[in-house]
């Protein structure tokens, strides 16, 4: 699908940001693996979260799709079934990593499969871990989807410092750990995303300078996962910038996520100038929500620090367009992880800022970004390169254009945000 955007010289209005992503896929596993019934209400209706859904019910769970919520009795860690098709994860590596710590877990054979995107993203980051606690996976060429998991060794746990700072890779060793009968523990210098230890309720030690030492064993219960899940920060993200790049803007993304690991784009924004405004911020299940209010602002460059980038990893495409705005040269570092995401994403940003003409320079692990408040441009086509935040970002980029710009293969977008089209023209005043 080719989609058309008009630029705009206001955004006005109040929205919901869709279900957490993240939360929602974790909240599909965990179900899985308590022994009852869990509601959830505000589960995401988009692709990644609906990946994760399908391959839970293909494991043994009862889903029931209701109107609000959806209903999910699972099987708890020994009654797992094998699928007798693949385990097929769609675009999503969350499902894909995730899963795999289960099924290694469960000492079940399956066989993990995926679209063209995650079938190209290397899986050996945690076939070299899994193996380690007793794992037999195959993969192609080693290290790619599809992947099939056995186990016959007794599971072994381990302690594992993280070599990288990725969610995808602690929260699949800890859920492989939740089916040993002694501790799994994950050692983690640069914290990442930590929805699966608040939502299954770890044990977490904080030891000095941020370091921590999460464990995961047979003995911890894993508790019902009967909550609302917040709406994603990260797909509120593409709103924060829009508002603030657009003069005459006033926007409000109520019930936002905010988690201290997943908000980092929040504090750099506003270091940058942003008109920013947290309103009734409280707690949703295990979960802090706010709304949040945005308005057009004067923004400055920034340099990220590379212990930042596991906090605002998913917002760095969309921080590219704001940094674009932005009076002087703004630096992306320590960013290489962008090039194993859903496309090369430093690549896909860069060819983006391209197309409008932004003057800038990609580094290997990152861009810098040669920002200019006034900066326009007659119009683009933008290629997404079929990655959801590409297409988002390209499509907040367009805003600013003189004339109406394009995005190819916009459908995307439904990965993590289903209604972003309507959501954007709704904006419009
Ligand atoms: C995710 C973790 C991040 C993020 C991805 C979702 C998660 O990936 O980029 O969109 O839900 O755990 P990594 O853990 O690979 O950094």
Redesign the pocket.
Known sequence: MIQKVKPSDSLQGTLSPPPD??IS??AAIFSLLHEGTSVIKNYSSAQDPQSSLECVESLGAEVIRGKDSISIKGTGRSGIKAPEDDLDCGNS??AM??LAGVIAGSGKQVRMCGDASLTSRTMTRIIEPLEKMGAYILARNSAYAPLMITREEKLKPMDFELP????????CILLAGLFGETPTRVIETIP??D??ERLLQLKVEEEKKGKKIISASLNDEIPNQSYTVPGDF?AAAFWLVAGCIIPNSEIKLEATGLNPTRNALLGILQEMGANITIENERMEGAEPVGDVVVRSSDLRAINIPKSII?NC??ELPILAVAMSFAEGISVISGAE?LR??ETDRIMAISEMLKAAGVSFEEKEDGVEIHGNPEFSFDSATFKSFHDHRIAMASAVLSLKGKSESEILDAECAAVSYPGFWEDLLALYP
């Open positions: 992503k993240s896929q974790r590596g969350t990593r995730l990288i700072p990725s969610a995808q890779l602690k929260s990442s995303r929805h699966t990260s596991p990893i998913d992880e194993h995401k």
